[in-house]
């Protein structure tokens, strides 16, 4: 099963285009069906049924897996049976019928455009580590963006004279505005950041750590961490939140849903829809608490 799953990866990477992220993910989430298999006395695929892999599904449970990584890994076993079954020949798929644990929604965690500020005003504008620091969370608020496509981007997807940002995900590119204050703390950066930090190295990626390389994404996510706590913000903050609060804000101040929706780059309007369901909440909150005959 190792060289099944080795092909599949290497279709994923090679076909499909997938990030070095989602590749480890499906590597791993399969890697761990092997396991079970291999004590089940299972080695090949054309030994696995449909009772087998709910019996896979049924030991996460037992083993206390959280249902989101429960789903995850659901997800990842039906793509690797779908691509045996069309690339294979196997006889049957025998995911078909597997079933993912209902996922309660969780209400994303979204802050006020005063924490936002806060947030915003933390890093050190007199040297070359808070400069570059101001600008990523400056662009991650004024667009959006998921970190993994501010941790690729290069000099030439920043067009500053126009303000916008040329953001691409696995499935297709996008262009994201940006306003004046995010524009100024970008040239702030390429003007007198960048090079401090990058030196005589050939870089493409726009952001580099304090030795010159790629940001990484566990890197953004201390510097984030970092001026949350500087700032006195005590929820627990994800480089998601700045993308949630900016979709969030955005609605509560009048944008259309389908132009959030491009923006993020959600290619179902409903996963957009939660954003508008969070400002109506707030709206009926204000109302009840305010209103003198509710």
């Known amino acids: ?3 099944a799953i080795q092909e599949f990866i290497d279709y994923l990477h090679n076909e499909k285009n997938t990030s070095q992220n989602t590749e480890i993910s499906y590597k791993r989430d399969l890697k761990k069906l092997e396991e079970f298999l291999t ?3 299972v080695e090949r695929e054309e030994q696995i049924s449909a009772p087998l892999l709910n019996s896979y599904v049924l030991y996460l449970e037992d083993s206390g897996f959280a249902p989101a ?8 076993v039906r793509s690797f049976f779908r691509f045996l079954y069309k690339k294979h020949g196997i006889y049957e798929d025998p995911s078909e019928q597997l079933k993912a644990p209902k996922l309660e929604k969780k209400t994303p965690e ?8 806060l947030l915003l005003r933390q890093p050190d504008a007199h040297t070359a580590k808070g400069i570059r620091d101001r600008a990523m969370l400056e662009l991650l608020y004024a667009t959006g963006m998921r970190v993994s496509e ?17 953001c691409c995900d696995s499935e297709r590119e996008r262009i994201i505005p940006f306003g004046k204050i995010c524009r ?13 930090l990058v030196g005589d190295r050939q870089v493409e990626e726009l952001f580099t750590n304090c030795f010159g390389k790629p940001m ?7 510097v984030l ?22 979709a969030a804000h955005l609605i509560q101040n009048g944008a259309d849903i389908k132009s959030v929706q491009e923006m993020l780059g959600h290619s179902d309007i409903s996963t957009t829809q939660m954003y508008l369901n969070l400002s109506v909440n707030k709206i009926r909150d204000v109302y009840m608490s305010a209103h003198p005959r509710h």
Not at 111 to 116: D, F, K, P, Q
Not at 232 to 242: A, M, Q, S, V
């Open 1 to 3: 099963m190792k060289i």
């Open 184 to 196: 100024d703390a970008l040239r702030n950066y390429l003007n007198k950041a960048r090079k401090c």
């Open 225 to 246: 961490k970092g001026y949350a706590q500087q700032a006195g913000i005590t929820r627990d903050i994800t480089p998601h939140t700045l993308r949630h609060s900016f």
């Open 150 to 166: 501010l941790i690729h981007l290069k000099e030439e997807d920043v067009n500053l004279n126009l303000g916008y940002v040329i």
């Open 39 to 41: 004590e089940q006395g």
């Open 110 to 117: 979204i802050l006020s455009v005063s924490e936002v500020e």
């Open 69 to 76: 990584s429960i789903s995850r890994n659901v997800a990842s």
């Open 216 to 222: 990484s994404r566990q890197g953004f996510w201390k």
